[in-house]
Nanobody, 124 residues
Framework: VQLQASGGGLVQAGGSLRLSCAAS????????IGWFSQAPGKGPEGVSCISSSEGSPYYVDSVKGRFTISSDNAKNTIYLQMNSLEPEDTAVYYC??????????????????WGQGTQVTVSS
């Protein structure tokens, strides 16, 4: 299983980025995909999770209304559209795969597979 995150970069506050997580070795019929962020000196924080077998995606409160997670099954890729970015969003963003999102979607240990991170830097 491989998860390849990309799309990070440097953006001014108020700007937008779209992160991608390309998966191989799994399908989104069988796995949920979550996004985590990790700021310098902090632990990983669950940002969002999407699953084909569950209802609406999950979001941490701080990104609701600004970030949107979506999937393209044909490309086996999950996207995280990040709008109205804030300096507080600066972090390395990781995607990860779990059997489902569920009530523990934001817990690091809930996920089986992890990709490498992509850096997001938001300047003020």
């Amino acid at each position: 299983v491989q998860l390849q995150a990309s799309g990070g970069g440097l953006v001014q506050a108020g700007g937008s980025l779209r992160l991608s997580c390309a998966a191989s070795g799994i399908t989104f019929d069988d796995y949920a995909i979550g996004w985590f962020s990790q700021a310098p000196g902090k632990g990983p924080e669950g940002v969002s999770c999407i699953s084909s077998s569950e209802g609406s995606p999950y979001y941490v409160d701080s990104v609701k209304g600004r970030f949107t997670i979506s999937s393209d099954n044909a490309k086996n890729t999950i996207y995280l559209q990040m709008n109205s970015l804030e300096p507080e969003d600066t972090a390395v963003y990781y995607c990860a795969a779990a059997k489902f999102c569920g009530r523990l979607w934001y817990v690091h240990g809930h996920y089986e597979y992890w990709g490498q991170g992509t850096q997001v830097t938001v300047s003020s």
